[in-house]
């Protein structure tokens, strides 16, 4: 059975591997971490999470092996429905989603009570689609009515959707999206004067959080003006976010060696050691080289995504790996950024390594996708070598 499966696999094996890797570190750092969440809420039962992780990530593997099975043009039709689905989940979460730690940022499932986060599926419908567009474009990239404008369109309805509930998110992948249309031939000129408008964009929202009284601020207005505050503070005596301190803590213990799996006690003091600051516990207990070592990862399979997109002979097999990959990497820079300090605190998880749900899932797809360009492309190099 299990050579019958490896025979099947297929794709960038340095990917594969990858994919392994980080889902290991998964496993154990979200049962280190679990500990007080589990003795809160599952009467001390620490092995609960271990065992949901596991299933959920045993799923998500299982699901990138069927999904890199299938020929990546047919996601070029699938986008299509996916990206309307979307923009309906999205208006849907914006005014009926579920609250959960201050956000609407989830839809529950009726009849199972299962939650998911809608933007998930719109940041992978949306680089699909705009991977579609941009590859049926290419002979009208230098066109601003039928090139940029038709492309840039979509971007702005996702982004704007989700904004109002997780801003951090939406930016990403508004910058992911500028990137994919540079890679995919838009002018130049477009996307520099939209870099400028986006600019203006961005300093109107940071004049209205702190010129607008409290009492007057929509949605996470305060809660955004607050990150920017602690951020930015210049003053030595300021007070930093707690998270941020427990998370600088965790990393100190860390030091250079590691203290072995299990052995973190920030995890006992750090709010949500299992998704947004998972990067501190794993620095904690496998040292600055266990962190240095993930970076390492993510930036391995970034390049293994430039060498698929070299080989793949089509542009929106080229296009649809690149974004995918990038996206990914992206929030996985920003989370273990805001981890370290670098960069304000956010909602982003670290992709196939934090504990969740749905987010691992549509991880699982994009990561399956890739392959499945990978796959179309050493199967047509391999033809090409035969004949």
Not at 17 to 24: C, E, F, R, T, Y
Not at 108 to 132: C, E
Not at 304 to 315: D, E, G, L, T, Y
Request: include cysteine.
């Amino acid at each position: 059975m299990f050579d019958n499966i490896k025979s099947r696999i297929k794709g960038d094996k340095y990917i594969w591997a990858i994919v392994l890797i980080l889902s290991m570190f998964s496993l154990l750092a979200v049962y280190s971490s679990t500990g007080t969440l589990a003795y809160k809420y599952r009467a001390g039962n620490t092995e609960y999470y271990l065992l949901k992780q596991i299933l959920i990530i045993g799923g998500g593997l299982g699901l990138m092996f069927f999904i890199h099975l299938v020929n990546y043009k047919y996601f070029s039709r699938i986008s299509q429905i996916l990206y309307y689905l979307s923009l309906v989940l999205l208006v849907i979460t914006l005014f009926f989603g579920t609250n959960i730690n201050d956000a609407s940022r989830w839809i529950t499932l009726p009849g199972v009570n299962l939650t998911f986060q809608t933007s998930d599926l719109a940041k992978l419908a949306l680089i699909m689609y705009l991977a579609r567009m941009l590859s049926k474009k290419q002979d009208l990239v230098s066109s601003f009515k039928e090139g940029f404008w038709p492309t840039i369109l979509p971007v702005f309805f996702v982004c704007a959707l989700i904004a109002p509930e997780d801003l951090s998110s939406a930016l990403v992948l508004f910058s992911t999206s500028v990137l994919i249309m540079f890679v995919g031939r838009i002018h130049i000129g477009y996307i520099a004067g939209l870099f400028g408008v986006s600019l203006a964009g961005i300093a109107f929202l940071v004049f209205l959080l702190f010129t607008l009284p409290e009492d007057k601020m929509l949605n996470r207005m305060s809660t955004w003006k607050s990150r920017i505050e602690a951020f930015t503070q210049t003053d030595e005596n300021a007070k930093e976010p707690y998270q941020l301190v427990q998370s600088k803590i965790a990393i100190a213990k860390g030091g250079f060696l590691p203290n072995g799996p299990g052995n973190s006690t920030q995890r006992n003091f750090l709010p949500h050691p299992y998704s947004d600051f998972i990067y501190a516990i794993i620095i904690e207990e496998y040292g600055f080289f266990g962190g240095v070592f993930i970076v390492f990862l993510y930036i391995a399979f970034l390049l293994r995504a430039a060498f698929i997109v070299r080989k793949s002979p089509k542009a929106y097999g080229a296009l649809l790996a690149f974004g995918l990959a990038l996206s990914l990497v992206i929030q996985a820079m920003i989370n273990m950024g805001v981890a370290v300090g670098l960069l304000p605190v956010t909602g982003l998880t670290l992709p196939l390594v934090s504990m969740g749900g749905s987010s691992t899932i549509f991880v699982s797809i994009a990561f399956g996708i890739i392959l499945s360009v990978s796959r179309d492309a050493d199967e047509l190099e391999d033809a090409v070598t035969t004949w």
